[in-house]
């Protein structure tokens, strides 16, 4: 299957503290990617190296073969984020918001329209064009924020803790939402929530104190009759560097 993010050695320090400590990872087409890791376990911070919101201090990280650092606008080309706090213009409407954000991924005035009707489709915001963002629940809110990760078909989908807030019926929305996403399109899916991931995702990594320190697809843990709950509480335990 086609590799469509890579990552080698990724390290990211702040003054004399190592907070990522060599970071490798690879992700395919078609896969759904849970990270999870405690808090403070440097899984916000490696997303934001991975989708170029943040330089890394060592390392390097490549999108559908393109150097992110080398080449940056043209590998960003190929990547949609959704940040833990959504990037809202909350006084606009939803219409107005996304076509903006569609001029920024440069997409071609002519090709605006479909690819909002299209967005708005998968996301389940056809009937909000018109509404102001900030009237929108939190679940509605969440889609326009996934919507805008998406408008221009990217083919990495980062998402940072999306069903966060969310009732249980949002919840379950969002989730298949994100494994209709996953058909076509590589995903990075971070969260605290360990039945999400195995409701949602193919494989899952589980980062402590700034290193992976577990890397499966749920297929072999279920093979191996290896709990997550279990192994997360395992290798998640306070230890020294």
Known sequence: MTITLSAHHLCRKYGQDTIIRNVDLQ??????LGLL??????KSTTLRMLTGNLAPSGGCVEICGIDL???????????????????LYIDMSVDAYLQLVARLHRIHNNEIPAALEKVKQRCGLTGCGKQSIKILSKGFQQRVGIAQAIIHDPDVIVLDEPTVGLDPNQM??????????GAA?????????LPEVDA????????????????????????????????????TQERTH
Do not use: W
């Not at 992700?27 to 759904?32: D, F, Q, V």
């Not at 890791?37 to 440097?42: E, I, L, S």
């Not at 399109?185 to 929530?193: E, M, N, P």
């Open 200 to 235: 949602v995702c193919d494989r899952v990594l589980i980062m402590h104190q700034g290193r992976i320190v577990f890397d499966r697809y749920l297929s072999e843990c279920k093979q191996q009759s290896i709990g997550l709950e279990t192994v997360f509480a395992q290798l």
């Open 185 to 193: 399109h590589s995903v990075i899916l971070s969260t605290h929530i």
């Open 172 to 181: 379950r929305d969002i989730r298949q939402l994100i494994r209709e996403l």
């Open 27 to 32: 992700l395919k087409r078609g896969e759904i």
């Open 69 to 87: 650092l080398q080449e940056p606008l043209k590998a960003k080309m190929h990547l949609g984020f959704l940040p833990e706090i959504p990037p």
């Open 37 to 42: 890791g405690p808090n403070g376990a440097g």
